[in-house]
T-cell receptor, first 114, second 117 residues
Framework: NAGVTQTPKFQVLKTGQSMTLQCAQD?????MSWYRQDPGMGLRLIHY???????DQGEVPNGYNVSRSTTEDFPLRLLSAAPSQTSVYFC?????????????FGPGTRLTVL | AQKVTQAQTEISVVEKEDVTLDCVYE???????LFWYKQPPSGELVFLIR??????QNEISGRYSWNFQKSTSSFNFTITASQVVDSAVYFC??????????????FGTGTRLKVLA
């Protein structure tokens, strides 16, 4: 199993550009999520999905869109990049959406918006 | 309110020293789970341990041990005989039953551990 994979590892964007961060998991996990990591702030939840076709907002959703057309994939779209979106982005998955489950994280994408 | 506090921003130790990373949490529920993750310099987040609120036994895994104390709402992590490879940022996280929607992890801000040779 590859686990949770993310592409790209690094990306530089100009303000106003759009892009999609890819996330895939091969563990048949029901729950997938996106976090951003900023210095001194831990990890904050952007969006999450409890299954194909079902997504919802986390605590910092503005400026981001998600969709989940398959169990395996959960892309994160930046509609119009802003410097405030410079961050490290992590995708995670867990077997179910129960709070008892362990989330497993991808390797992260480091995004810089100029 | 849910909250996880890792008051130690950065700790430096010399190799072979023991080191304890503190994690204090606040929760509105009697049922919850606590987690520790390691983030080495390469950047990925590695799961270390999951502990539920009903199991207060200490856990040991090699040089790693965890002390869970409900009375003080703490879930501290000790590395015995630290090694340079232990240098990383360590995150503590809390998960509890949601009041609406689905659950989310509440992460602490992390503790950066530097182990010097």
């Amino acid at each position: 199993n590859a686990g949770v994979t993310q592409t790209p590892k690094f990306q530089v964007l100009k303000t106003g550009q759009s892009m999609t961060l890819q996330c895939a998991q091969d563990m048949n996990h029901e729950y997938m999520s996106w976090y951003r990591q900023d210095p001194g702030m831990g990890l904050r939840l952007i969006h999450y999905s409890v299954g194909a076709g079902i997504t919802d907002q986390g605590e910092v959703p503005n400026g981001y869109n998600v969709s989940r057309s398959t169990t395996e994939d959960f892309p994160l779209r930046l509609l119009s990049a802003a410097p405030s979106q410079t961050s490290v982005y992590f995708c995670a998955s867990s077997y179910s959406y129960r709070y008892t489950d362990t989330q497993y994280f991808g390797p992260g994408t480091r995004l810089t918006v100029l | 309110a849910q909250k996880v506090t890792q008051a130690q921003t950065e700790i430096s130790v010399v190799e072979k020293e023991d080191v304890t990373l503190d994690c204090v949490y606040e929760t509105r529920d009697t049922t919850y789970y606590l987690f520790w993750y390691k983030q080495p310099p390469s950047g990925e987040l590695v799961f270390l341990i999951r502990r539920n609120s009903f199991d207060e036994q200490n856990e040991i895994s090699g040089r790693y041990s965890w002390n869970f104390q409900k009375s003080t709402s703490s879930f501290n992590f000790t590395i015995t005989a630290s090694q340079v490879v232990d240098s990383a940022v360590y995150f503590c996280a809390l998960s509890e039953p949601p009041t609406s929607g689905t659950y989310k992890y509440i992460f602490g801000t992390g503790t950066r551990l530097k182990v010097l040779a």
